[in-house]
């Protein structure tokens, strides 16, 4: 008997072939994204080129075997990650691929977000090996050209999410950008004539609030205190920033717009115009403090380039006293180093330029781990409810004035201008924290020493 075999119908054809079409963009368009997708409701950085390479690596391998279409895969979750982290802590990609070397020096398991990033992560590159066991090779012109609209359609998406929101992400130093620093708009370095101490502090993550009063209200309330104006002139502002904390001190000590590893090969010339090395020119001492490891950013070895003559880091604290605390970046007490900032300025036999890069405020701040951030309410009742992570900072930040104001308010506290600066705007993964800050500046607070003290 003749059995009659029914050639495939058009229906057939196109229901196999969108079916390939379906699994291919389940893939390089959904999974591919999703992690990201769902930060939209909270924010985070512009994905555009993340987006499109995602679609153009899914349409070059879908006909290759599936070994090299997962390792295309983890290549492009790679790439997005690593831009989605640049974007959000305001790094160039370059300074964020350098940094990596040094990511054995950070604790991401003391973070709850990171432990949840890396699960998911982890989850969507398993979960894609499988999924590509499906025939993802469709071959009809219409579905690229549909693949090619919905690529494009989702970074359409995402640039309307973010609308409003993209100053607040990738900020490198545009070329020719006018230069402005704390140090610069204070005056601080003009006052280098050997009659006193001067003192710079960079704060981690310290940011110029934005269209909200309780923050405004809290910077610096400390320094609105009768003991501090008797002995100081205060005076405060804003300084344009860019990229990181690295940057921040390039910003500050080196008078550019940069980062450190310019500064690692370069000869004398490049550190020329660091105000240590200027302020040793002068006759000062020149010391610097840091709550964190001395090989973490190769401080150990560009600080003496650019004039530093003695390095505490956090190993250097803790044996004078200092309690550690905890966090991503885990290393000394802040609230503890003032005291022996004021301790190097006593004994001082000649004047001194004291450098502080405090530590702890460094995001995500975390609710235990010796950093007196439990109780936040005693900080601002409206703070704790409506920003939680924020009011952890201010926790952090009044723990360090207070301390700072007790010495710097002292008797034997010898003559010193002090300047306060931000690095940059916290890098909050939402939204909601971050767009209580300026994402262009950074506050500082300048204490001009009126000189009635001896100086020591």
Known sequence: MDIAIEAPTSR????????????????????????????????????????????????????????????????????????????????????????????????PSNSMEYIAATVVMGGILIGSWFLLKRDTNFSKPLHILLGGALVFGLVGADAAVGEGMRGHYFRPAPVGASFESAVEKSGFAARADGKRHLVLIMVESLGLPKNNQAMADKLFAYYNDSAVNARYDVSQGSSLYYNSTTAGEMRELCGRWGDYYELLNSDDAKTANCLPVQLVEKGYATQAMHSFKAPFFKRATWYPKIGFQKREFAADLEKRGAEWCGGVFSGACDRQVPKMLAENLKRAQQPTFQYWLTLNTHLPVPTQQNLNTGNCEKVSAELARDYPMICRQFSIFDDIDQALIKEITADDFPEADILLVGDHMPPFFDRHHRSQFDPERVPWLYLKAKGSQPKG
């Open 12 to 107: 057939h054809r196109f229901s196999s072939e969108f079916k390939k079409f379906l699994n291919w963009a389940l893939v390089w368009v959904v999974l591919a994204n999703i992690p990201f997708m769902a930060m939209w409701m909270v924010g985070a950085p512009p994905r555009t080129i993340p987006i499109a390479l995602a679609g153009l690596f899914g349409l070059i391998v879908k006909r290759m075997p599936r070994a090299v279409q997962w390792c295309a895969f983890v290549a492009v979750m790679i790439f997005s990650l690593l831009s989605f982290v640049s974007g959000l802590f305001s790094l160039t990609l370059d300074s964020l691929l350098y940094s990596l070397q040094f990511f054995a020096e950070i604790k």
